[in-house]
Each structure stands twice: as C-alpha cells, then as structure tokens.
DNA sequence: CGATAATGTATCGTGTTACGATGTATTTAT
DNA sequence: ATAAATACATCGTAACACGATACATTATCG
C-alpha cells in the first residue's frame, strides 16, 4: 500500500521538478512535452497532430490547442502536409530547438538521480504488492504522533 | 532523446490509465491520489494537510482545496487536531477506504505490466544518453514518411 | 464513378485543478 | 508579552483537457 504511495509520491516529485524546469525555460509543462514528442518522434517520420495525442495520450482536439498555444509562442512551426491534406506537421523553430536542449540536459541529470528510488520502488511493486486487501485504514488512534 | 521521450510516453500512459481508472471508481484523478497518500502516511502517523501537501508536491493551498472537495465527496473527514489546534487531520471514510482499495488493486496489476518497459527506460537514461545535444531535429524531409 | 465511410484537424463551451497573493489562528521563541 | 514561525483558509486567475460538434480530405465499395 505504502509502497504504491511512495512510488507515486516519487513520480510526482520529478515532475513536479520538471514543471519548474520548464518554467524556468519561459514554458508552459505541456509545451515542454510537445516539444519533446515531436523531436522524439520515431526516425523517419515527421510529427503529425494525430502521432502527437498518440504520444502525449491526449484527445486529437487537445493536441490541436497544445500545438496552437505553442505555435503562438513561436516554439513550433505548423505546416500543412502536401502529401496528405488533412495532416499538420509539426516541427521545431530554432526557438523550440534551444529550449529543448537545455531542458533534456537538466531532465537526464535528474533522472539519473531518481533512477535508483524509482527502480527499487517499481521492482518492489512488481513483485510484492501481493494484495493492498491488507492496510488501509491502518493508521494511528489521535493523538501519539510526531 | 528519444530515451527522454519514450520515458515520458510511458508514464503518461501510466497517468493516463490511472485517470480512467479513477474516473471509473467515480473519483477525480487528485482525489484517488490523496486518498492514497493519506493511506500511505508513514506508520504511525496521521495525515496532515501539509504531510499530503509535501508527499503530493502540492502548494498547502491546493491540498487544502483538494482536502475540501474530497471531503464534500465523502470521501475523506477533516477534523481538528486536538493537541495542536493548527493542524487538520484527514482520514479516510469507509466510502474513501473502498474506493482507494478498488483502485490500487487495478494500480498493482497495471504497474506489474508497465514495469518492465519503465524500469528498461530508465536504466537506458541514466545509463546512457550522454548528451542531448546530438539529435534534436534529426527529423527527415517532408514526404517520406508514413 | 459516385455515394458513403473513415481519417485528420478545428472550434467552442465547460469543468478540474493549481497557483500566487493574501489573510487568520495557533504555537514557539526571545 | 511580543515577534516570528507554523498551519490552514480564501479568492481571483490561468492552464489544460475534455465532450460535442463540425468540416475537409482521402479511401472504399457497390
């Protein structure tokens, strides 16, 4: 039980501290993401909207607002593709490309960091975690803490 | 870089799947993850508002906030603490304590699935991924893709 | 070949959530 | 006793995602 709040308390830190980086950055999280999808998009292929909500597990019409938003603030360009006219393709403005740079710099370092608790607490789950059935609601009569 | 993106394609699909998981129960995402983090308190401990507020990675005011929606819910009791009348303790209601075990049970079961890949990326980035500087853009000429 | 389905993107209104700024009550330190 | 620190609360604001809906383009099928 505690251990499925540990693991997400630990997940919740480093995105929490990924929030602050990409704020420091001048960006808002999700068009940190969006910049990181699109030029993590699989070789050979270019970022539509539709590979974008895929990789983000977002709604097509949020990716959409996402890609505007950061089109807006001149992070992303957005072309209508020749080939097909119904598709958007995505691609990064020199703007775009220097924010992502630093930002996955100091992304790699922290995770280098929090690898090793996050490892341990992803093994342990897989592995025990027989039942939660046990402890909930095993807490403490009030009154004989800290 | 792309390390960096599959990494976070895979958590986000683990956030995601436990959004729905929770909408399921008929929960807010945020309310499951308080619930689970008052669950999770260290033994002997009860929940505060600032112990949800430092394990969720959250300012006081939004636990505070969180706290009173998921009280007008049912779900968890806010009561004064009698020894240090700053302090308010938030426990679980029956309501609270079903629903919190229905959702880590689903949790457990999907974490057991998505560990492998996880635990890989993440060995991969603190392994690897030396320097991001190389592949941003690495994108190819419009046309050939799909 | 023409109607219909499927695909990809777009728009609008709505609700959840978090935050900063600010305020109040209680406890601790000097 | 007064100042400072701690813990919680309130309010206005903004990001973000979603459902519902719409429209254009491409595929499919009789």
Same mark, same amino acid.
């Given at each position: 039980?505690?251990?499925?709040?540990?693991?997400?308390?630990?997940?919740?830190?480093?995105?929490?501290?990924?929030?602050?980086?990409?704020?420091?950055?001048?960006?808002?999280?999700?068009?940190?993401?969006?910049?990181?999808?699109?030029?993590?998009?699989?070789?050979?292929?270019?970022?539509?909207?539709?590979?974008?909500?895929?990789?983000?597990?977002?709604?097509?019409?949020?990716? *959409?607002?996402?890609?505007?938003?950061?089109?807006?603030?001149?992070? *992303?360009?957005?072309?209508?593709? =020749?080939?097909?006219?119904?598709? =958007?393709?995505?691609?990064?403005?020199?703007?775009? *490309?220097?924010?992502?740079?630093?930002?996955?710099?100091?992304?790699?370092?922290?995770?280098?960091?929090?690898?090793?608790?996050?490892?341990?607490?992803?093994?342990?789950?897989?592995?025990?975690?027989?039942?939660?059935?046990?402890? =909930?609601?095993?807490? *403490?009569?009030?009154?004989?803490?800290?």
């Amino acid at each position: 039980m505690q251990l499925l709040a540990q693991f997400r308390a630990e997940i919740r830190r480093f995105l929490r501290f990924s929030e602050k980086a990409a704020a420091a950055a001048g960006l808002e999280p999700q068009q940190h993401q969006l910049l990181l999808q699109i030029a993590g998009a699989p070789d050979g292929t270019l970022a539509t909207i539709s590979h974008i909500a895929e990789a983000m597990s977002l709604e097509h019409h949020s990716a *959409v607002e996402l890609s505007k938003r950061s089109e807006a603030a001149g992070l *992303v360009l957005r072309t209508p593709d =020749v080939n097909d006219r119904r598709c =958007v393709i995505l691609e990064l403005t020199s703007k775009g *490309v220097k924010a992502l740079r630093g930002l996955s710099e100091v992304h790699a370092q922290q995770l280098r960091e929090l690898a090793p608790s996050l490892i341990q607490a992803l093994t342990k789950i897989s592995g025990a975690e027989s039942t939660t059935a046990s402890a =909930v609601g095993e807490n *403490v009569k009030k009154g004989d803490r800290r």
